[in-house]
């Protein structure tokens, strides 16, 4: 039996049976609402060995979804009656292929797709960052294109993904993204990371209580996206009155040799707003919540991935009206990302491409600021003084009438030459203008025993960053913490069958990595046992040692 026709059959079936309890009077045909796809199937949160699928439909719906590799039918699911569904694929094969056809039941309509576990780790991949759309449906469809021609593992929006956070322009944007065709749908194959900007959650343009717009931002934000759970522990203000958690606000993935950190810095844009809504912006100063969980996300990727990206809404370093904040107010993050070796922050407050070169007077150390923020919001030009307002100001694209709307192409590969070495090339592309013109271009090294060296194409000119030497490309710890490391790696991993398990830092009181206690594991390994009786256990018996 062809699939398509099982499909319709095992369908109807199922239909029949879950209106046994109808009236015999009453047909299936007038029992079952006709419905439609609202939003067609899209791919987010995408690991080795899972991936979630989402799609929304019109009337409450039971829904099969089919999924295979090569050859191979996997499974078929049934999905309980709503209009919002969700799906966790697991137990999926790393680096591999899968195409997927979900249909309404009981006589369709399908949608199709393909999506790919993550690659492995030694696997060169590609993946797309763009910002600021705000609702401009004809740019983000040239930016949807653009991603399908770069063809990317994943996107990465910088914020600032619709105009105002109501559901008909949430699904005006992602409609618009998944396009009209399998063949230009970019969410139906490709998974999508956003930072969430101050339009996205209601801060920027609030009306009536701004409680209860925030609230009715945060369940769009939650219903629509699956990040990882990964993010701090801790809430927001209000949150008596509203879940402000963390959750899908600030998270943290691995993909391939990188480190994907996404960080909400809140809605700081004009003084008068940063007043009025200051209470809803996170707390990033030090010894906050989020700030020691983003310093234990750093020290997870110095310690294990060749590359660390960083991405939030606000930069410290940008120039003109649309400048979000002084710099002072988040130079210590910078100096954070500088102390863990970061190899680039990409930012979405300004409505342009613009790239700044901060440099530490004081180390000579060197990190990339990038905003990727021109993909839909009206382009404004910097200040004809832009040195003065941003001392570290390289270049830029998009400003005054022009149609100079751009994406990133971001692109991590091996050496040909050198075993071990990773590059990462950034390529900001135009999209609307001389589409799929490259306009600016980095080169930047992973971790690795040589020295980290910038190549920047526009001013050929070579620099070097950090002349600090590295062994087998991850930083090295002080040998008494590295016995402590490697003691904990050794305890928790024969137990658990896992020798390359890294452990959860936890911080002193004076906000400090604090090796000696593991009593924070139990929050985010919650199949470990006793846990923190063993770490008093183990951390005794290593203080013992010392």
Not at 127 to 141: D, H, K, L, R
Request: negative net charge; aromatic residues 10%.
């Amino acid at each position: 039996m062809e699939r398509t026709q099982r499909n319709r059959w095992l369908g109807s079936v199922l239909t029949v049976l879950s209106l046994a309890t109808i009236s015999a009077s009453q047909t299936v045909t007038n029992a079952v609402q006709a419905s439609d796809f609202l939003l067609r199937p899209y791919v987010q949160n995408v690991t080795q060995t899972s991936i979630v699928l989402s799609w929304e439909t019109t009337e409450p719906t039971t829904c099969l979804l089919d999924y295979e590799s090569g050859d191979t039918w996997l499974t078929l699911r049934t999905i309980k009656s709503r209009t919002v569904h969700k799906v966790e694929l697991t137990h999926l094969k790393p680096h591999t292929q899968y195409s997927y056809t979900v249909t309404i039941l009981p006589d369709g309509p399908d949608a199709t797709g393909t999506f790919a576990t993550a690659v492995h780790r030694d696997s060169p991949f590609v993946f797309g960052i763009y910002g600021n759309t705000v609702g401009n449906s004809e740019v983000n469809a040239a930016a949807r294109d653009a991603f399908v021609r770069m063809n990317p593992q994943l996107v990465v929006h910088t914020g600032n993904l619709v105009r105002a956070s109501t559901k008909d322009e949430w699904t005006e944007f992602l409609s618009t993204l998944n396009g009209k065709t399998p063949r230009e749908g970019l969410l139906s194959n490709v998974p999508i990371y956003a930072v969430p900007g101050p339009t996205d959650l209601g801060r920027a343009n609030a009306t009536g209580s701004l409680i209860q717009t925030l609230r009715n931002s945060l369940e769009l934000w939650r219903t629509l996206f699956t990040f990882p759970r990964t993010g701090p522990v801790g809430t927001y203000a209000f949150s008596d009155r509203v879940d402000c958690s963390f959750d899908g606000r600030s998270y943290s993935f691995k993909y391939g040799v990188a480190k994907f950190i996404v960080l909400d810095t809140g809605s700081q844009i004009d003084p008068d707003i940063v007043r009025q809504v200051s209470v809803l912006a996170p707390d990033l100063s030090p010894g906050s919540s989020q700030y020691l969980w983003l310093e234990r996300e750093l020290v997870d990727g110095k310690r294990s991935c060749a590359f660390t990206f960083v991405f939030m809404h606000n930069s410290p370093f940008a120039s003109g009206e649309w400048y979000p904040t002084e710099p002072e107010e988040m130079l210590h993050l910078v100096d954070l990302f500088l102390d863990y070796d970061v190899t680039a922050v990409f930012t979405g407050s300004i409505p342009r491409y613009e790239r700044s070169l901060y440099v530490k007077e004081e180390t000579g150390k060197q990190l990339n600021f990038i905003t990727a923020g021109g993909a839909g919001a009206p382009l404004s030009s910097p200040p004809e003084d832009i040195r003065k307002s941003n001392p570290y100001y390289k270049t830029h694209y998009g400003g005054g009438d022009t149609d100079q709307f751009s994406v990133i192409s971001v692109a991590i590969g091996k050496d040909k030459d050198i075993p071990g070495k990773w590059w990462v090339t950034v390529s900001p592309t135009k999209i609307v203008e001389n589409d799929g013109e490259v306009f600016d271009e980095i080169i930047m090294p992973g971790i690795d025993p040589l020295a980290n060296i910038v190549f920047d194409t526009t001013t050929d000119s070579v620099e070097r960053t950090d002349t600090k030497q590295e062994s087998e490309g991850k930083p090295t710890l002080p040998a008494h913490l590295q016995e402590k490391v490697d003691n904990f790696r050794a305890a928790y991993g024969a137990e658990n069958g896992d020798e390359s398990y890294d452990p959860q830092f936890d911080y002193n009181k004076d906000g400090k990595i604090d090796f000696s206690d593991l009593s924070g594991f139990s929050a985010r390994f919650p199949s470990l046992t006793d846990t923190k009786t063993e770490a008093e256990q183990i951390s005794n018996s290593s203080k013992d040692s010392d």
